[in-house]
């Protein structure tokens, strides 16, 4: 259907080369009808991402920024403008080309976890390669990579209900990487998690980006957001700022300070 | 995703509300037992019918006097006095497709054996009868054409008359009185039970020559029935034209103008009784099969259920990239897989019930292969029917809707 970016290449993340642009969007406009009502969610975005970059989308709530990351994770299309995910005009494509470039190049992580309950964490991982139609073996070995990446290879057949929050986060990255994505967009992943469990979700998240992996991050947290390397800061449906972070946070430097809670 | 795993997951589901799933399954399983049952019943009393009229004999052909049938009240008494023993004589020598004919009249009477008596019936006719009606003896032979020209006082006696009167002596060579006059017993018959068809006890008989019945009990020359062996169960209804024919010449009967006598076709008596038992099956098979639409609802209704409580798993697995077909397919196949097991523990049930409830009523088992066969295929169909909006709705969900549905 479309070429894969996944090459044959062990580590799920490297292999790439930065200052390529990944994907770009120009003049985003995005129109709800609620009732009578037009809501105007989007009032031309323009913004290009390159290879390599870590992104943190900020801004309140009816911003914009939610619109921006489903229309991004092709969970919606645009009313107008371009979005090209790879060079691909993603407006062109039907919903079964879009259910696959939400399945091989965009990973998702939720606030929520939005794991399956009564099924294990590797069966949680496995999921995408069952809809990217992969051998059997091919799906085991891919999902037990995914869980070592993020630390739970011990964990494989936890249920979702015997983990922690923060290792119930941790599968659901496995799972966004599984398939080997172009990008991983998270929404709100430290939402539902204490203070040092979200450092060590960020930890994960920047050894993957210092490997090479795209991260595009929807927080309200600032200092969340400062575990990026740039900040794009929405309000009434524009880009309000768009600038590098001068001195991010490194979270395996931070967590070294925390003390660690026992219960 | 492909076939396997689609059921895997499928599979798993039903089995995580499994109070649920066999609930659902019950409306299958009663519908699809109810189809099979009331099918193997109804196709066992067929049997059983076709099986009671072949005892009446080999391809034979009933005539009967008077107004047997048509004006229904007017039967009775042999109203007409017009068929003849001539008129027998005659169809056996010239109607090509009967090979043998005898005929018969009919009388009640009391028998007497030393202290017991019994009410039954008396026929007299002629040997023939017994070759015709393909009924053998227990003991004894029958009586001879001899004894039909001399109206001799010989009788051949049924089962039910035997058990009633010699429970435990020999009744070959006894003296008994038919009426006021005595008879030698000269044989015993074979037990032929119960006839549906005629609805009387085909053993609650005693046969005499026809003459002895005619000359010294009802005193009347003309004959109340004959029964007719045609040559082969095909030629049944050409011998049924030859004799009607004949019969009209013989009586004189102008065109236009009603029989004096009826010609019954056994094997119109087997039809008529088959396409009643068929249509008992429909009726039966229609009940079942309404239940089995009821049990679709059921499985439709829960699907739907089904759907909204799993919607934000619905919303996950279209996040990470399954197409609206995966969707469907997952959702269709849960439903097909209730349906079919449904199906398949019904078959098992219906097989079962129809087991009992031949052998309590006596009937051959009629389990037919092909009901079963329609029966699975009916509930797959029945799987992917009530299925299918379930599973259009689920893949049809807004995932960003459904990622945020609590």
Same mark, same amino acid.
């Given at each position: 259907?479309?070429?894969?970016?996944?090459?044959?290449?062990?580590?799920?993340?490297?292999?790439?080369?930065?200052?390529?642009?990944?994907?770009?969007?120009?003049?985003?406009?995005?129109?709800?009808?609620?009732?009578?009502?037009?809501?105007?969610?989007?009032?031309?975005?323009?913004?290009?991402?390159?290879?390599?970059?870590?992104?943190?989308?900020?801004?309140?709530?009816?911003?914009?920024?939610?619109?921006?990351?489903?229309?991004?994770?092709?969970?919606?299309?645009?009313?107008?403008?371009?979005?090209?995910?790879?060079?691909?005009?993603?407006?062109?494509?039907?919903?079964?080309?879009?259910?696959?470039?939400?399945?091989?190049?965009?990973?998702?992580?939720?606030?929520?976890?939005?794991?399956?309950?009564?099924?294990?964490?590797?069966?949680?991982?496995?999921?995408?390669?069952?809809?990217?139609?992969?051998?059997?073996?091919?799906?085991?070995?891919?999902?037990?990579?995914?869980?070592?990446?993020?630390?739970?290879?011990?964990?494989?057949?936890?249920?979702?209900?015997?983990?922690?929050?923060?290792?119930?986060?941790?599968?659901?990255?496995?799972?966004?990487?599984?398939?080997?994505?172009?990008?991983?967009?998270?929404?709100?992943?430290?939402?539902?998690?204490?203070?040092?469990?979200?450092?060590?979700?960020?930890?994960?998240?920047?050894?993957?980006?210092?490997?090479?992996?795209?991260?595009?991050?929807?927080?309200?947290?600032?200092?969340?957001?400062?575990?990026?390397?740039?900040?794009?800061?929405?309000?009434?449906?524009?880009?309000?700022?768009?600038?590098?972070?001068?001195?991010?946070?490194?979270?395996?430097?931070?967590?070294?300070?925390?003390?660690?809670?026992?219960? | 995703?492909?076939?396997?795993?689609?059921?895997?997951?499928?599979?798993?589901?039903?089995?995580?509300?499994?109070?649920?799933?066999?609930?659902?399954?019950?409306?299958?399983?009663?519908?699809?037992?109810?189809?099979?049952?009331?099918?193997?019943?109804?196709?066992?009393?067929?049997?059983?019918?076709?099986?009671?009229?072949?005892?009446?004999?080999?391809?034979?052909?009933?005539?009967?006097?008077?107004?047997?049938?048509?004006?229904?009240?007017?039967?009775?008494?042999?109203?007409?006095?017009?068929?003849?023993?001539?008129?027998?004589?005659?169809?056996?020598?010239?109607?090509?497709?009967?090979?043998?004919?005898?005929?018969?009249?009919?009388?009640?009477?009391?028998?007497?054996?030393?202290?017991?008596?019994?009410?039954?019936?008396?026929?007299?006719?002629?040997?023939?009868?017994?070759?015709?009606?393909?009924?053998?003896?227990?003991?004894?032979?029958?009586?001879?054409?001899?004894?039909?020209?001399?109206?001799?006082?010989?009788?051949?006696?049924?089962?039910?008359?035997?058990?009633?009167?010699?429970?435990?002596?020999?009744?070959?060579?006894?003296?008994?009185?038919?009426?006021?006059?005595?008879?030698?017993?000269?044989?015993?018959?074979?037990?032929?039970?119960?006839?549906?068809?005629?609805?009387?006890?085909?053993?609650?008989?005693?046969?005499?020559?026809?003459?002895?019945?005619?000359?010294?009990?009802?005193?009347?020359?003309?004959?109340?029935?004959?029964?007719?062996?045609?040559?082969?169960?095909?030629?049944?209804?050409?011998?049924?034209?030859?004799?009607?024919?004949?019969?009209?010449?013989?009586?004189?009967?102008?065109?236009?103008?009603?029989?004096?006598?009826?010609?019954?076709?056994?094997?119109? *008596? %087997?039809?008529? #009784?088959? !396409?009643?038992?068929?249509?008992?099956?429909? =009726? /039966?098979?229609? +009940?079942?099969?309404?239940? @089995?639409?009821?049990?679709?609802?059921?499985?439709?209704?829960?699907?739907?259920?089904?759907?909204?409580?799993?919607?934000?798993?619905?919303?996950?697995? *279209? %996040?990470?990239? #399954?197409? !609206?077909?995966?969707?469907?397919?997952?959702? =269709? /196949?849960?439903? +097909?897989?209730?349906?079919? @097991?449904?199906?398949?523990?019904?078959?098992?049930?219906?097989?079962?019930?129809?087991?009992?409830?031949?052998?309590?009523?006596?009937?051959?088992?009629?389990?037919?292969?092909? #009901?079963?066969?329609?029966?699975?295929?009916?509930?797959?169909?029945?799987?992917?029917?009530?299925?299918?909006?379930?599973?259009?709705?689920?893949?049809?969900?807004?995932?960003?809707?459904?990622?945020?549905?609590?």
């Amino acid at each position: 259907m479309m070429e894969t970016s996944v090459d044959a290449v062990a580590s799920p993340v490297s292999g790439r080369h930065a200052n390529e642009s990944v994907l770009r969007v120009e003049e985003l406009h995005k129109y709800y009808q609620m009732g009578d009502n037009k809501v105007h969610a989007l009032r031309g975005v323009n913004v290009e991402i390159n290879r390599g970059e870590f992104v943190a989308i900020m801004g309140a709530s009816g911003s914009g920024k939610s619109t921006f990351m489903n229309i991004l994770g092709c969970l919606d299309k645009p009313s107008a403008g371009r979005y090209l995910l790879e060079g691909i005009d993603v407006a062109g494509l039907d919903k079964t080309q879009l259910a696959g470039i939400r399945n091989r190049k965009i990973g998702f992580v939720f606030q929520g976890f939005n794991l399956l309950s009564r099924t294990t964490a590797l069966e949680n991982t496995e999921l995408p390669t069952l809809y990217a139609r992969l051998d059997k073996e091919e799906r085991r070995a891919r999902a037990l990579e995914s869980l070592r990446l993020v630390g739970l290879a011990e964990r494989t057949d936890h249920f979702p209900s015997q983990l922690s929050g923060g290792q119930q986060q941790r599968v659901a990255i496995a799972r966004a990487l599984v398939n080997r994505p172009s990008i991983l967009l998270a929404d709100e992943p430290t939402g539902n998690l204490d203070s040092r469990t979200s450092v060590e979700v960020m930890e994960i998240f920047q050894t993957l980006n210092d490997q090479g992996l795209t991260i595009i991050l929807v927080t309200h947290e600032t200092d969340i957001a400062n575990f990026a390397r740039r900040s794009i800061v929405f309000r009434d449906g524009t880009i309000r700022r768009d600038e590098m972070i001068p001195r991010r946070s490194v979270a395996a430097e931070l967590i070294k300070t925390m003390p660690t809670l026992e219960d | 995703m492909d076939l396997l795993s689609t059921l895997q997951i499928a599979l798993r589901a039903l089995l995580r509300n499994k109070m649920r799933s066999i609930l659902t399954m019950l409306g299958i399983i009663i519908g699809v037992g109810a189809v099979i049952a009331m099918i193997g019943i109804g196709q066992g009393a067929d049997q059983t019918v076709q099986k009671q009229i072949a005892t009446l004999g080999s391809n034979m052909l009933f005539i009967s006097s008077g107004s047997a049938t048509g004006g229904g009240l007017r039967m009775g008494n042999g109203s007409t006095k017009t068929l003849l023993e001539a008129d027998i004589v005659a169809i056996t020598r010239e109607c090509p497709a009967v090979v043998a004919a005898a005929p018969g009249v009919q009388t009640s009477a009391q028998i007497v054996y030393e202290g017991d008596n019994w009410g039954t019936r008396v026929v007299g006719t002629t040997p023939e009868y017994f070759d015709i009606r393909t009924w053998d003896f227990a003991s004894g032979t029958s009586f001879t054409r001899d004894d039909v020209t001399n109206a001799a006082n010989v009788a051949v006696i049924g089962e039910t008359v035997r058990k009633n009167l010699f429970p435990s002596t020999e009744a070959v060579g006894k003296k008994i009185r038919i009426g006021n006059l005595p008879f030698l017993v000269v044989g015993v018959l074979i037990a032929k039970g119960q006839s549906a068809a005629l609805s009387e006890d085909q053993d609650d008989t005693i046969i005499a020559p026809l003459t002895t019945v005619q000359k010294k009990m009802t005193g009347q020359p003309w004959l109340r029935f004959a029964m007719v062996s045609a040559s082969s169960r095909s030629s049944s209804y050409v011998a049924q034209q030859q004799i009607k024919a004949l019969l009209r010449d013989r009586h004189r009967i102008r065109a236009g103008q009603p029989d004096d006598f009826a010609v019954r076709n056994l094997a119109d *008596i %087997a039809d008529v #009784a088959s !396409e009643a038992s068929k249509v008992m099956t429909v =009726l /039966l098979g229609s +009940i079942g099969g309404v239940s @089995l639409f009821v049990g679709g609802l059921g499985i439709m209704n829960i699907m739907l259920v089904s759907v909204t409580e799993r919607t934000r798993e619905i919303g996950i697995r *279209i %996040a990470i990239g #399954a197409t !609206e077909g995966d969707v469907q397919k997952q959702f =269709l /196949l849960e439903a +097909i897989a209730i349906s079919l @097991l449904g199906g398949v523990i019904g078959i098992l049930t219906g097989v079962g019930a129809s087991f009992i409830i031949s052998s309590t009523a006596g009937w051959p088992i009629a389990v037919s292969t092909t #009901a079963i066969l329609i029966a699975a295929l009916v509930s797959i169909a029945i799987g992917i029917f009530f299925g299918y909006y379930p599973a259009q709705k689920a893949a049809r969900l807004d995932p960003i809707e459904a990622l945020r549905y609590e």
